[in-house]
């Protein structure tokens, strides 16, 4: 649900913005990335591109109604984000019950261990939070919005996890999971971003209600605050290795520029490295690319992260299906094969667990990575890459092909064509380090397999090739 920046300024009298369209999934040209100059930077994408599976998680108050987060607040986006609410012609009514939501979200089933025993078990190498949606709702304890968790409107301030941010952050950095903080540098609550008594009247979308150059006091006072928030987060939270910023339209080429660097380059000097995703913005801060809901076809050749759902939504949804383990782990083997990460998002039902479907394929992929996660971490990619239904990543000198199975019905053969050309000595089972027959063929080898015997087809048969 997010496209590219407007190309010039807005004026107050235009109300006809480009719409936000559902399933548009526009991400950064690779060709245009910036490698950063900071060598703790570049030394912590590599810590990045060694991580390969990250857990996000979209949760606010709007998971109480099981619709898109945000979104249907934008009346420039209504034909999309409004299906299945009963809205009255201007919204009017609902934005007022939707911002009220903070008065009746009490999560009390939140339990931060308990969430990250299950990413740890899952294989989560990095958590990306939503600190902050565009519908500005915190979920920590800012100083700077009294529209949070812990204010005493929402009556899960008493609640010994009031502070969410802190308290789940700490949870996960116990089990070694990396932190990343996603922030919405729009927010739709705060006035002076959705400023009232402007030429535009009630009609909102996902931009600022004033043109920001015809009023720059106002928006200065924007910049002032959103800047704060940044760096609160960054300095009462601990160590952060991502902050990832959602909304790119606000950015310098849309005339809506909150002078992200200035903060980031300062945060650098309490947080050393940490990465920044400015996303769809491009730049010296746009340190990864993200394409959403999609998979690059090629390798990007810079680092980058696919945000894909577990379920059908990015928040959470009543009566939502699941992806299996299988569809899980064969995406995320073709995107390790292209250099990539994957970012599986998971949106908590509104008492504060996880969807009991959601934590059964979390747990499904835990298993199969605990046997074959080598293939998968700290690797690199490794010509051909993927060819039919065989995925190549490579580290520390050996290749891994991946044989991917797409059904549990998928014929399982005796005799496996490999399409790797390089020198191999001998070809070993990942699983349990047995050393298979092979023979050269045109264009690569043959593996010589026991029958397979089982009723279901694996996930993935791993191949280790010893050079």
Not at 40 to 48: A, G, I, N, P
Not at 131 to 160: L, Q, V
Not at 243 to 261: E, H, K, N, T, Y
Not at 419 to 428: R, Y
Request: aromatic share 14%.
């Amino acid at each position: 649900y997010t496209t590219l920046f407007r190309s010039r300024t807005m004026t107050e009298k235009e109300i006809t913005e480009e719409v936000v369209e559902e399933g548009v999934h526009n991400y950064s040209a690779a060709d245009a990335y910036v490698w950063p100059a900071d060598p703790k930077v570049r030394q912590k994408l590599e810590w990045f591109q060694d991580q390969k599976l990250a857990l996000m998680m979209h949760w606010g108050p709007y998971s109480q109604l099981g619709i898109v987060e945000s979104w249907a607040l934008s009346d420039a986006d209504a034909e999309w984000s409004r299906k299945g609410i009963d809205w009255e012609a201007s919204g009017k009514e609902f934005k007022e019950q939707y911002f009220g939501l903070n008065r009746t979200f009490n999560p009390i089933r939140f339990d931060p261990e308990r969430w990250a025993d299950l990413a740890e078990e899952a294989g989560i190498r990095y958590l990306l939070f939503t600190t902050k949606h565009h519908d500005g709702f915190c979920m920590w304890d800012s100083r700077y919005s009294d529209y949070k968790i812990t204010a005493e409107d929402c009556p899960f301030h008493t609640h010994k996890y009031a502070d969410i941010c802190g308290h789940l952050f700490e949870a996960f950095r116990k089990r070694g999971i990396g932190i990343g903080a996603y922030f919405s540098k729009a927010d739709w609550h705060v006035d002076s971003y959705w400023k009232k008594g402007c030429a535009r009247g009630d009609y909102m979308w996902r931009g600022p209600s004033y043109d920001p150059a015809a009023r720059p006091e106002e928006w200065e006072r924007f910049v002032t605050f959103t800047q704060n928030q940044i760096k609160e987060l960054a300095a009462r939270y601990g160590k952060l290795d991502i902050m990832w910023f959602d909304a790119g339209w606000v950015c310098p080429q849309s005339g809506q520029d909150i002078r992200l660097g200035e903060v980031i380059d300062e945060i650098r000097n309490w947080q050393p490295g940490m990465l920044c995703a400015d996303r769809t913005v491009g730049g010296p801060y746009e340190n990864y690319i993200t394409p959403e809901q999609c998979v690059p076809d090629q390798p990007l050749g810079v680092p980058w992260e696919s945000c894909i759902t577990l379920g059908t939504s990015f928040s959470f949804a009543y009566e939502d299906t699941y992806k299996k383990p299988r569809e899980v782990l064969l995406l995320l083997i073709d995107i390790v094969a292209k250099g990539g990460n994957l970012a599986i998002n998971v949106g908590p039902q509104p008492d504060g667990r996880l969807p009991a479907g959601a934590v059964e394929s979390l747990k499904g992929m835990g298993r199969w990575l605990k046997l074959y996660g080598d293939a998968i971490y700290g690797t690199r990619v490794c010509a051909p890459y993927k060819k039919g239904n065989i995925a190549f990543t490579q580290k520390d000198g050996k290749v891994y092909a991946l044989e991917l199975f797409p059904e549990e019905g998928s014929p399982v053969p005796e005799e496996v064509f490999l399409p790797w050309e390089g020198e191999v000595k001998k070809v070993s089972l990942l699983d349990c380090g047995k050393e298979v027959p092979f023979t050269a063929g045109e264009g690569g080898i043959f593996v010589k397999m026991l029958p397979f015997e089982e009723e279901k087809a694996p996930i993935a048969r791993v191949y280790v090739l010893h050079r």
